[in-house]
Every structure is written in structure tokens, then in C-alpha cells.
């Protein structure tokens, strides 16, 4: 044998190795979260145990370059920028807020590894132009980031700490944060999980600036239920109602809710249920999607009720909810609601992914009379090839565009690498438009950051006059990132 096939030989074989290796850690970070909590929940936990391990060391800083999030003539596509601080450590998960009185100030946030808490949000007052970063106050951070403004230019943020959920106020966009204020303790014995907060910013509501964050409730034994709390004046005090019957693990979990607010302070509530029973997991098991709706400022829920049926995306790499195919990634689904119109002809959307035992598709199921019957879903997206994951729905503030984005592979011949796109109804969900991506750069799940284990439970966008403005983890820095885009429509 030559010296250079032998060489070649060892060169293979340290590749090998290192493969091996690399699988074997992933493995084993999610058979460690093969539990129902959040992934931001288990992944701030393990940073906190030292367990958490940088495995991608190739960080490559992108260039800052100044640039608001604005594009003429309409309908064009933002160039998107890094919203978050460019460090070596991961941020994920992404909610997004526009201030309803000024659309220069937009908050977003993440699970931030460049913080000791694990929390920062980040806030531009000037469309995107610059941005203030900084990290949570508190301590005992455990991920799954909030934001959200008032009507009077407060922001609010928050999370998970020290098994509670807090929240944050802040009253010059994000420059300074107060300490944390407890909104929900673990009412049930062990962790309030996976937080969502809406704010009331319908200038005619009844309830208007009411606050409104939702949450899983788990006990030690995995049991969960879905819980709401209030405020009323400015996220001081706090009141909090069980929404849905608890399940007992394994039969059936409650995760991932999502909330929207009604023109009239109506409140909406979408969740998953998935049962366990099977095999210990979710991952592979048809589901459903559950609703219910609060007409007295969330002190009262009605019955709730399944608005349809999903199949979850198969566990191939161990994690609780399934995995992203081809990768190593967690991945949930999150039943993103909203809404337009009041009372008995509000039209409710869901917006969720299916797995059809090839491709997972997103999909958007629809009520038209406030959610008391749920319709067909509805494909976005029909005849695309690739996964299209963490989706999330909004409707235009005069009602008449709904907006679904997530995350696609369509571009990519092996299905791995994934870019945002958005597609618009203008008929109440019942056809989309062509699907459009958001930006033409594509991210590789395998650099999140965490060797491609962990690249968030979720992204959104929401509605700012006529455009979209879009967040998701970009990760062409090697490390998942904090990334701001969108699309000016007229």
C-alpha cells in the first residue's frame, strides 16, 4: 500500500471518528431532552449545569452594516440585518413586536448563550438601523423569550426564571430594563413552561393594553396543563386561570400555546395536544389542535375544543415533539392563531405543519364564526418539495391579508439547508399566493451553534402597516443569529 493511501486512509478515518463522535454527543444532548418541557427550557438548563458545549468553533463575525428595514418600490424584499450581538454563543429563538405607535421601534429577543441569564432582547428605534442589545435582569434564566408593546410605548419582555415566568417593562425601548415581576409561579408543582404574551392594542377594545401571557404548567410527574395569566395595569400584578383539563403523562401532553387578541378584547388560545402513551414520545403520533377563547379578559375560558388534527414529524434522533429530517434538530409545533372581525363571524386562523410521511407541509386551519367550527386545513404551499417548519400566522390589521411564514428547504436538492419565506390570502385563508423567500441567503441547521441539536422551538413575524417583518436563526456565521427581515407589499 502507497504512503499516500495510507495517509488518505487515516485522514478518512479521523473523519470517521470524528463523526461518530459528533452523533454520539448529539445523541446524547437529546436523549437527555427527550422530556415535554421547551427545548429553550432544557437547553438554558444544561448551559446552566455545564453541560452545554460550542461544538461549531468556526464563528465567522459578519460585517455590521447600517441598514434600516425598508426597500422602494413596493412590493419588495428587505435586506435583512443581525438584530442580535454577533457573539460566538447562540441566540434562538425569535419573538418579534412593532411598536403600534411608532413603526421605527421593533423588540425581539432570544435565548441568548452570550448572556449568564440566557435572555436578550434586542430593540431599534430607528427602523432597524441600530440596535440596543441587553441581556435580561434576574438571574436563573431559562430561556423561551417574550416581547410585546402597549399603547402607551411601553415594552415588555420576559421568560422563563428560576422556574416561574416574569416579565420585564421598559419604558425607553429597551435601553433599560426593570427587574423581573413574577406572572406565574409553578402552579402545579414543578416548571411554568413555555410562555406567550399578546397585549391588547386595539384602540376600541374594552380591555385595551390588558396583557396576556400563557403558559404550560408541568408537575414532577410531566402531568401539564394550560394556564393564562392577566395584567391590568402594566404588568405590576398578575392574575392567572387553568384554560385546559390536565393531562396525565404519558396519555395525552399540552404544549406550545399561542395567543391572539380580538378587535373587541376577545382572547384566543391554540395549543397541541399529543399523546405518549405509544412510545414515551410524541415524535411520529397524530395530534391535536386544541382552542379555546376568553370574552371576560381571560378570568373565564370557554370549553375547549379541537379545531383539527396534525401527524408529528417522526423522533428519528430521540427528541420529545420529533426531528427535523436529515439533522439532528428538535423540532416543534406551535399552533399560531390570529384573528379578524368580532363576536359570532370573527374568522380565527391556525397555522400549523403536518407530516405526511415524506415532506412536513404547513398548513392553516380556519373558523368563521369565532371558532365554534373549524373548517379543512388549507395547504400554503401545495406541490413544494422540501420541509417547511416553524411556521407562524398573522392578519393584516384591516383583516383583509393573512400572512403565513416558516421556514423551507425547498432550495436545497439534499433538504437540509432552509431559508424564510412568506405567502399571503387575500380570500380568508381558502387559497395563497406564490411562496416567496425572505432572503436568498440559506442557513445550515448543523451550525446552530450546538453541533446541530438545538436551533430553537420557534420564529415569527408580525404585521407593521403594509409590510411583514420576519425573524428567524440565521446561521451563516456558524452560529445561529438573530435575523431580521421582511417584505414592504404596497
Not at 415581576?181 to 386595539?202: M, R, S
Not at 405543519?353 to 400554503?380: D, F, I
Amino acid at each position: 500500500m502507497s504512503r499516500r493511501v495510507i495517509v488518505l486512509s487515516r485522514s478518512l478515518f479521523a473523519l470517521f471518528l470524528f463523526v461518530v463522535l459528533l452523533t454520539s454527543f448529539v445523541q446524547a444532548q437529546n436523549a437527555s431532552s427527550a422530556k415535554p418541557f421547551s427545548g429553550g427550557y432544557l437547553a438554558a438548563r444544561a448551559f446552566h449545569e455545564g453541560k452545554f458545549s460550542f461544538v461549531n468553533s468556526g464563528y465567522n463575525p459578519l460585517a455590521v452594516e447600517p441598514n434600516a428595514l425598508t426597500c422602494s418600490p413596493a412590493p419588495c424584499i428587505f435586506k435583512s440585518v443581525d438584530a442580535s450581538e454577533g457573539g460566538a454563543g447562540a441566540v434562538n429563538e425569535d419573538p418579534v413586536a412593532v411598536n403600534p405607535n411608532n413603526p421605527q421601534q421593533i423588540l425581539t429577543g432570544g435565548n441568548d448563550f452570550n448572556c449568564v441569564n440566557v435572555q436578550g432582547f434586542f430593540a431599534t428605534s430607528d427602523g432597524g438601523t441600530t440596535w440596543s442589545r441587553k441581556c435580561s435582569p434576574g438571574s436563573g434564566g431559562q430561556g423561551d423569550p417574550i416581547v410585546g408593546y402597549d399603547l402607551n410605548n411601553v415594552a415588555y419582555a420576559g421568560g422563563i426564571q428560576n422556574f416561574s415566568v416574569v416579565d420585564f417593562i421598559s419604558k425607553d425601548n429597551g435601553k433599560t430594563w426593570g427587574n423581573p415581576i413574577t406572572v406565574i409561579t409553578p402552579v402545579l408543582g414543578y416548571l411554568a413552561d413555555k410562555p406567550w404574551l399578546e397585549v391588547d392594542v386595539n384602540a376600541n377594545s374594552p380591555r385595551k393594553n390588558s396583557i396576556y401571557v400563557s403558559t404550560t404548567q408541568f408537575d414532577f410527574s410531566s402531568g401539564s396543563q394550560i394556564w393564562v395569566s392577566n395584567s391590568t395595569d402594566g404588568g405590576k400584578t398578575w392574575n392567572s386561570t387553568a384554560v385546559s383539563t390536565k393531562q396525565t403523562f404519558p396519555t395525552n401532553v399540552d404544549q406550545f400555546s399561542d395567543l391572539a387578541v380580538g378587535a373587541d378584547g376577545t382572547v384566543y388560545l391554540s395549543w397541541l395536544r399529543c399523546p405518549a402513551a405509544a412510545s414515551g414520545i410524541c415524535g411520529g403520533e397524530l395530534s391535536q389542535i386544541m382552542f379555546s377563547r376568553s370574552k371576560d379578559g381571560g378570568k373565564t375560558w370557554s370549553k375547549e375544543k379541537v379545531a383539527g388534527t396534525v401527524t408529528l414529524v417522526p423522533s428519528s434522533c430521540g427528541a420529545f415533539y420529533g426531528c427535523l429530517p436529515n439533522t439532528f434538530e428538535r423540532v416543534s409545533n406551535i399552533a399560531s392563531n390570529t384573528v379578524t372581525g368580532v363576536g359570532a363571524t370573527a374568522q380565527v386562523y391556525i397555522s400549523v405543519y403536518n407530516w405526511t410521511g415524506s415532506q412536513m407541509q404547513v398548513e392553516v386551519l380556519g373558523s368563521k364564526n369565532g371558532g365554534q367550527t373549524w373548517g379543512a386545513p388549507v395547504l400554503v404551499t401545495p406541490g413544494s418539495k422540501g420541509d417547511q417548519f416553524f411556521q407562524w400566522a398573522n392578519v393584516s390589521k384591516n383583516g383583509k391579508l393573512l400572512a403565513v411564514t416558516w421556514l423551507d428547504r425547498r432550495n436545497d436538492p439534499n433538504n437540509l439547508m432552509y431559508q424564510p419565506f412568506y405567502a399571503i390570502s387575500k380570500d380568508g385563508g381558502q387559497t395563497f399566493g406564490k411562496a416567496v423567500a425572505l432572503t436568498g441567503t440559506k442557513s445550515n441547521p448543523n451550525n446552530d451553534g450546538r453541533g446541530g441539536s438545538f436551533i430553537g422551538d420557534y420564529r415569527t413575524h408580525v404585521w407593521s402597516g403594509s409590510s411583514i417583518i420576519a425573524v428567524w436563526m440565521d446561521t451563516r456565521t456558524n452560529t445561529s443569529q438573530d435575523e431580521v427581515g421582511g417584505v414592504k407589499l404596497h
